[in-house]
């Protein structure tokens, strides 16, 4: 059993700061990628930044140079630190893992998602 437990989500003016976190606990082995994804109301999933095992990173063009994803591999946790907000980054943010079970089984587990609002 594997969870993924994410933290941080809120309420913040135009201009402000963020910083999610997501904690994967549970009959893990190892992690690959981890990632954050966002979901606005009618809109698709989408990928906000990703980060692989030996900290490679990769970002949606509408986050570059506003939103930094670092990892703790001891911690199993990822993070995103949102600065310089818009309203438009309002969603509600998933945390993602690839990851290897204890019994060798490969598999991606989402987080609950927690919400991110950006008032104008």
């Known amino acids: 059993q594997v969870q993924l437990v994410e933290s941080g989500g809120g309420l913040v003016q135009a201009g402000g700061s963020l910083r999610l976190s997501c904690a994967a606990a549970g009959s893990i082995f190892s992690i690959n990628a981890m990632g954050w994804y966002r979901q606005a109301p009618g809109k698709q999933r989408e990928l906000v930044a990703d980060?692989?095992?030996?900290?490679?990173?990769d970002y949606s063009d509408s986050v570059k140079g506003r939103f930094t994803i670092s990892r703790d591999n001891a911690k199993n946790t990822v993070y995103l630190q949102m600065n310089s907000l818009k309203p438009e980054d309002t969603a509600v943010y998933y945390c993602?893992?690839?990851?290897?079970?204890?019994?060798?089984?490969?598999?991606?587990?989402w987080g609950q998602g927690t919400q991110v609002t950006v008032s104008s």
């Open positions: 980060i692989t095992s030996g900290g490679s990173t």
């Open positions: 993602n893992a690839d990851l290897i079970s204890f019994y060798g089984t490969y598999n991606i587990y």
